[in-house]
T-cell receptor, first 112, second 117 residues
Framework: EPEVTQTPSHQVTQMGQEVILRCVPI?????FYWYRQILGQKVEFLVS????????KSEIFDDQFSVERPDGSNFTLKIRSTKLEDSAMYFC??????????FGPGTRLTVL | AQKITQTQPGMFVQEKEAVTLDCTYD???????LFWYKQPSSGEMIFLIY??????QNATEGRYSLNFQKARKSANLVISASQLGDSAMYFC??????????????FGKGTLLTVNP
């Protein structure tokens, strides 16, 4: 069964460093999403992406964040200068148009 | 105002019994969808069941069913014959039309279900 994959599963970084979280969506999906879950809290929407551009972003998704689809398979989330409060689980999801969103296993980001 | 409200931070159920997890929602969009996801301690998000706002019948998927009461804006998850493996965090989520074909999900705070042997 096709699935969304994410790498790495756990990323530890120093405050102020840049990180790139990678996702490989399901191959026939064209709609991509990033969500964040701070430990013990609810899942929060960050950004949605379609046709090589951002469709919608939340107030969390400030200038420190960017997304990219560098090739036909990867979808990345970049945080330019990480802060302690960026520590969270980051989920990538993908869908067909109007379909249910399939989530990846998540990347746990720890900022020290 | 919260768009998705899950009023039960934690629930306990005996193995083999049924349990209902509550979810109420708030939207002015006539077209929306409601989802339930399971998050075990390992952290992944597992899709369980979906209900569209125009669906005439309540959704069912195996042991999972959704008690959809549109007038009350509630979409409770019913798990029948609970199993030890059902112990997890359960999130209710809503999808609204967001001006394009992408539909962001808005999640509730979750309910931690513990199944006792």
């Amino acid at each position: 069964e096709p699935e969304v994959t994410q790498t790495p599963s756990h990323q530890v970084t120093q405050m102020g460093q840049e990180v790139i979280l990678r996702c490989v969506p399901i191959s026939n999906h064209l709609y991509f999403y990033w969500y964040r879950q701070i430990l013990g809290q609810k899942v929060e929407f960050l950004v949605s992406f379609y046709n090589n551009e951002i469709s919608e972003k939340s107030e969390i998704f400030d200038d420190q964040f960017s997304v990219e689809r560098p090739d036909g398979s990867n979808f990345t989330l970049k945080i330019r200068s990480t802060k302690l409060e960026d520590s969270a689980m980051y989920f990538c999801a993908s869908s067909v148009e109007g379909g249910e969103q399939f989530f990846g296993p998540g990347t746990r980001l720890t900022v020290l | 105002a919260q768009k998705i409200t899950q009023t039960q931070p934690g629930m306990f159920v005996q193995e083999k019994e049924a349990v209902t997890l509550d979810c109420t929602y708030d939207t002015s969009d006539p077209s929306y969808g409601l989802f339930w996801y399971k998050q075990p301690s390992s952290g992944e998000m597992i899709f369980l069941i979906y209900q569209g706002s125009y669906d005439q019948q309540n959704a069912t998927e195996g042991r999972y069913s959704l008690n959809f009461q549109k007038a009350r804006k509630s979409a409770n998850l019913v798990i029948s014959a609970s199993q030890l493996g059902d112990s997890a965090m359960y999130f209710c989520a809503m999808r609204e039309f967001s001006g394009g074909s992408n539909y962001k999900l808005t999640f509730g705070k979750g309910t931690l279900l513990t199944v006792n042997p």
